[in-house]
């Protein structure tokens, strides 16, 4: 079947190429762009009435399950005091008529946005839920609030020590947990909680990803695991979300395990490895956490917040523990995306990249540039970073996997936790572009909004979604609408050795793209944010509206 897609005006994304207003696509590969009348032997015309065609947008770092659970839980999103979440969560008891006994589940609020600032805490749930266990994380997922009765099942009391890369908060003057967790401390509770059935997290699954395909998103590269039992089920479903057509993009699964000995029993009993899969469902990277999030204060720095002395935030394992499980990854075969926020945290995963890129380069005789090319080791997030590691990341040829999404909270915050002279080296996307750091974007979903053109809205204005500051935070580090939209197309493709099959619209690639309302490239930037999504196509077939 040889169908002419029409009528539009196409960029196929590699440094803005001349558009065309044809293309044609055959076995949902694109063979030839131009004008209607350079084609014959066509089967199926598609009239796209004059709109933008781009490629479709890739999300080089989310967790699509936790998406779809997200639509399902407690929406805390914008709450705006601790009051204002025990509403929520009452309101939620009573108009849902929630049995005793039953666990509540339940993100995204945000202290910051609090008065005062002020943690939420165990007494807080406790009055309006004494009956039910109840987990609320916040937006970060790097900590959570627990109430008693979740405390009391999970075990932890105050004789109860601190996990390996996690804290338990306790009540000043005494060891009682104040209900607050962080890092591996959240694991404590979580893992009290019996795992849903393997139909709930099809539903959950497919759910998020009809959401994103409304908004434009093709393909997603996706943290869902966590642990072996997850990995079985949750593998498995999204094997029969495939074979039963619906999945309306392409996923490459990050695997994520609690700890190295876990993952190596993994890939040992499955052989699974990077690259296992098809052009649909594909194994990722093996994804390690290295330290927490700035807004919890969990991003493990070089030196003490500038608004809390006493921390440093936390390292979720001792440098030579992260080098072992990195190089246990490498054996067996897998690229390597490991989350970094804090320039400490940063430091030691370059530490830990030189020796993998050191050990490949002797084998195969390669320059440590041309080793990273190989390995495409990636560090997810690398906000809070200095003109040192710019450098470093440079020079190792080391991926960055940013999230422009992440200015929309962050940029009222940073520079109270950083102070005025380390917050100049966080954020600098236009300094690393300019020193050939490989950066792709993504949202973290549902951290922040998995919209991708609300993330190149954030990269090219560098305000939040309300449009503030006016002029742009830090604007020197603005990115243009080309760098922007190829954040989100061309370079997921490439982080994930997918460049020769996707991220734009050159003949040989899969026809993944979409159909804008306006030109992103002629609007005002601040309506980049605003630009609706026509229709998404995966391999030429229309998956958005849905057929």
Not at 89 to 104: R, S, T
Not at 399 to 421: K, V, W, Y
Request: net charge negative; hydrophobic share 35%.
């Amino acid at each position: 079947m040889r169908t002419l897609f029409f009528n539009a005006n196409i960029y196929p994304l590699f440094k803005r190429q001349s558009k065309a207003t044809a293309m044609v696509v055959e076995d949902g590969v694109i063979k030839a762009l131009g004008r209607p009348a350079d084609f014959t032997g066509i089967n199926e015309q598609i009239d796209l009435d004059g709109n933008t065609v781009i490629p479709g947008f890739n999300d080089s770092h989310l967790h699509l399950l936790s998406i779809g659970e997200a639509m399902e839980n407690l929406d805390l999103t914008g709450s705006d005091s601790p009051d204002h979440l025990r509403t929520s969560l009452q309101d939620l008891i009573e108009g849902q008529k929630i049995k005793p006994g039953e666990w509540i589940k339940g993100r995204g609020w945000d202290q910051n946005f609090y008065p005062g600032r002020t943690l939420p805490d165990k007494r807080l749930l406790d009055s309006v839920s004494p009956a039910n266990p109840v987990i609320l994380q916040r937006a970060c997922c790097h900590l959570a609030v627990v109430n008693s009765l979740a405390l009391k099942l999970a075990g932890i009391s105050k004789n109860t020590p601190d996990p390996p890369g996690g804290v338990i908060d306790r009540y000043p003057g005494g060891n009682e947990p104040t209900g607050i967790l962080r890092e591996n401390a959240i694991n404590l509770v979580a893992n009290s909680i019996a795992e849903p059935k393997p139909a709930y997290y099809k539903e959950r699954i497919a759910q998020a990803a009809g959401e994103l395909s409304r908004h434009g998103v093709t393909s997603v590269q996706t943290d869902d695991f966590g642990s072996q039992a997850r990995f079985k089920v949750i593998y498995q479903v999204y094997q029969e979300l495939k074979n039963e057509g619906r999945l309306p993009l392409r996923v490459n699964l990050k695997v994520r395990m609690g700890n190295q000995a876990e993952f190596e029993e993994l890939v040992t009993a499955t052989g699974i490895k990077t690259g296992t899969g098809d052009q649909f469902l594909e194994i990722g990277p093996c994804k390690i956490l290295a330290d927490g999030s700035m807004g919890g204060r969990t991003a493990a720095l070089s030196a003490p917040y500038h608004d809390q002395a006493d921390s440093c935030g936390v390292l979720i394992y001792p440098p030579d523990e992260l080098q072992a499980y990195i190089s246990c990854a490498a054996r067996h075969g897998f690229q390597l995306a490991v989350h970094g926020i804090g320039d400490r945290a940063i430091s030691i995963i370059l530490d830990c990249y030189q020796t993998i890129l050191g050990e490949e380069a002797g084998r195969s005789r390669l320059s440590l540039k041309e080793a990273a090319l190989k390995l495409r080791p990636r560090i997810v997030h690398g906000q809070l970073t200095n003109p040192d590691l710019i450098r470093r990341i440079a020079e190792l040829g080391i991926c960055l996997d940013i999230q422009p999404i992440f200015l929309n909270s962050d940029l009222h915050i940073a520079e109270e936790r950083l102070g005025p002279e380390r917050i100049k080296g966080a954020y600098a996307w236009k300094t690393m572009l300019a020193q050939g750091i490989h950066l792709a974007g993504g949202s973290d979903g549902p951290v922040d909004s998995f919209i991708p053109l609300e993330g190149v809205y954030s990269a090219v204005c560098r305000r939040d979604l309300q449009g503030y500051p006016s002029g742009g935070w830090q604007r020197e580090e603005a990115l243009d609408i080309d760098q922007a939209i190829e954040l989100f197309t061309r370079a997921p493709a490439y982080h994930s050795f997918a460049e020769k099959e996707k991220g734009t619209l050159q003949p040989g690639q899969l026809a993944d793209f979409i159909v804008l309302a306006e030109n992103p490239f002629q609007v005002e930037p601040e309506r980049l944010k605003q630009i609706k999504v026509l229709a998404s196509y995966v391999g030429g077939e229309r998956v958005y509206p849905s057929p």
